[in-house]
């Protein structure tokens, strides 16, 4: 009877772990990019367009966790003279800190619907909390693959001093806006 009852726990704690799905990030359709004031004249962007990682989600729990990288060496801004002084030690001094990461396990759903996912977010060897509202959000098989897939949209907005990037403000802005827009499958 012993016997019976363990393989029962066992198999109802085995059908609970295999609920959560991991999603691989794909790069050709996940696009981070960041909003800065310029001077007051104007609102500068740009993106990074290496970005890569791991998404894992359980939508029966209401629970996900996320370990994206970012590529920060990968930032375009459509000028390579400014891309050039943005990489460099006055701002994201890609040649110490080559990646920005968020790390994530707070996951808040509001029904069905992921509303926003809570971490911590590294910037030039600082690590601060940060949490992305999340504006779009699907899960479905994807249709040309198959293959289970999931998508979002996140923005949130940090003051880029708090993580040691001081360099001209601010006559450059100090709040940057950062969007996320993410596909992953399985």
């Known amino acids: 009877m012993k016997q019976l009852i363990l393989a029962s726990v066992l198999s109802v704690a085995a059908i609970g772990a295999q609920a959560a799905d991991t999603y691989k990030i794909d790069p ?47 930032l375009r801004t459509g000028w390579e003279a400014r891309d050039n002084h943005l990489k460099g030690e006055d701002f994201f001094n890609v040649s110490k800190f080559p990646a920005m990461t968020f790390k994530s396990n707070n996951f808040k759903f509001e029904g069905d619907k992921l509303v926003s996912v809570s971490g911590d977010f590294t910037l030039l060897g600082v690590t601060k909390p940060l949490t992305l509202n999340v504006t779009n959000f699907k899960c ?43 596909e992953a499958s399985k």
């Open 28 to 74: 050709s359709h996940t696009y981070a990019s960041f909003e800065i004031n310029h001077l007051g004249y104007s609102t500068q962007r740009g993106n990074f367009e290496k970005t890569s990682g791991t998404i894992t989600l359980d939508t029966a729990k209401k629970t996900g966790s996320a370990d994206i990288s970012i590529d920060a060496a990968s």
């Open 140 to 182: 479905a098989p994807h249709p040309m693959s198959k293959k289970p897939a999931c998508g979002a949209d996140a923005v949130a907005t940090i003051k880029r001093s708090d993580f040691g990037m001081k360099a001209y403000v601010p006559a450059v802005g100090d709040e940057v806006t950062l969007r996320i827009q993410v």
